[in-house]
């Protein structure tokens, strides 16, 4: 089993298989692969736009779109771990490398990681703060109370 720094977890044969897939990429596609990954890690929400560029990639190269994304969609959790992670560029390729990825194709990616990662990060924190934003409620509390010498009587409530 690999030990790797993007995950704790067994990584898949396919993830592993999908790496080694990128080294039969030419430099040039391997750059622009590269080139429209961080752009859709930079830029999240523009899913239709990313898999549109992919179906427009895979049809100046003659391959598949379906196999292309199913590659994509592996290539793209090493970054999303690195970011949980925290990961340097160097444990970035140190990850390649162990997955089977060239030299130079490691060197690569791993420089995008660091010349993108400060943007990267704000756009993970920012996420965060968003999703754990607090919402600024008023909240009454009130008891009400009664007696009777049969019953027992009393409430308790939350108002907002």
């Known amino acids: 089993m690999l030990q790797l720094h993007f995950t704790k977890d067994a990584v898949p044969d396919n993830v592993s298989s999908d790496f080694q897939t990128l080294n039969k ?35 100046e190269n003659g391959m598949g779109a379906g196999p292309l ?8 959790l090493l ?14 390729k140190e990850d390649l490398l162990s997955l089977g990825l060239t030299e130079d194709k490691a060197s690569h990616f791993s420089d995008q990681w660091r010349l993108h990662y400060p943007v990267l990060s704000r756009l993970a924190v920012a996420q965060t703060l968003m999703v754990n934003q607090l919402v600024d409620m008023e909240w009454k509390f009130g008891v009400t109370v009664g007696t009777s010498e049969l019953q027992k009587a009393g409430n308790i409530f939350l108002q907002n």
């Not at 990429?25 to 930079?42: M, P, R, V």
């Not at 929400?45 to 427009?56: I, S």
């Not at 994304?69 to 793209?76: C, E, F, T, Y």
């Not at 970054?79 to 444990?91: H, I, R, S, W, Y």
């Open 25 to 59: 990429f030419s430099e040039q596609q391997f750059l622009s692969l590269t080139d429209l990954l961080y752009q859709f890690l930079l830029e999240p929400k523009e899913t239709e736009r990313f898999l549109a560029q992919l179906n427009e990639f895979a049809g």
């Open 69 to 76: 994304r199913g590659l994509m969609k592996s290539i793209v």
């Open 79 to 92: 970054p999303q771990g690195a970011m949980k992670k925290n990961l340097t560029a160097e444990q970035v």
